[in-house]
């Protein structure tokens, strides 16, 4: 089974807010593509509550390869209620966006020996621990840090834009 090394557990950017969903959605998933991810999105569901809200919950898990060895993983996952089409006049032209609660939470993880090779015997797991622990600890450390720091630039992203659409 590959090992986990969590590096973020969950952070959260929680706003009532006007914002276009469509627009953080392209932003976001930009951010993935850039900084060379493969995104997926593994879940996505849309509640009709009545009086033209919503209430929609998407899954989000992006990965990114570093070797053979080593993968990063974020995962975000989005909880907006209440969310429904406003029309708003932004710069003297009318716009139609969304006004809901959004909640994100968002975790990462270096994935080790995503592939298993190492899981084969209890021999190559004791060597497995050994490589880890004594061979390329200064790396792994090196590999934390990175996907640390492309976490909360991925957040920070989210909240910039939602501070953005602020009236």
């Known amino acids: 089974m590959p090992q986990r090394d969590i590096i973020v557990p969950s952070v959260r950017i929680k706003d009532n807010t006007i914002f276009s969903l469509t627009e953080l959605y392209k932003l976001l998933y930009r951010w993935f593509e850039l900084h060379q991810y493969a995104f997926q999105e593994r879940e996505y569901r849309d509640e009709d509550q009545g009086n033209g809200k ?5 899954k989000w898990y992006a990965e990114k390869r570093i070797d ?4 990063y993983i974020i995962e975000i996952d989005f909880l907006i209620l209440g969310l429904r089409e406003i029309e ?4 003297g032209v009318k716009v139609n966006t969304n006004k809901g609660d959004i909640e994100m939470r968002i975790k ?10 190492w899981e084969r015997s209890p021999v190559m797991r004791f060597l ?8 390329i600890r200064g790396r792994i450390e090196e590999y934390e840090d990175e996907l640390y720091e492309e976490t909360y630039q991925v957040m920070d992203e989210a909240k910039a834009f939602l501070n953005l659409h602020r009236l």
Request: charged share 45%.
């Open 68 to 71: 053979n060895y080593f993968k």
């Open 128 to 135: 497995r621990e050994v490589y880890d622990k004594r061979i």
């Open 88 to 91: 708003i006049e932004k710069d």
């Open 54 to 58: 919503k209430h929609i919950e998407i």
């Open 108 to 117: 990462s993880y270096v994935l080790k020996d995503y592939d298993a090779t």
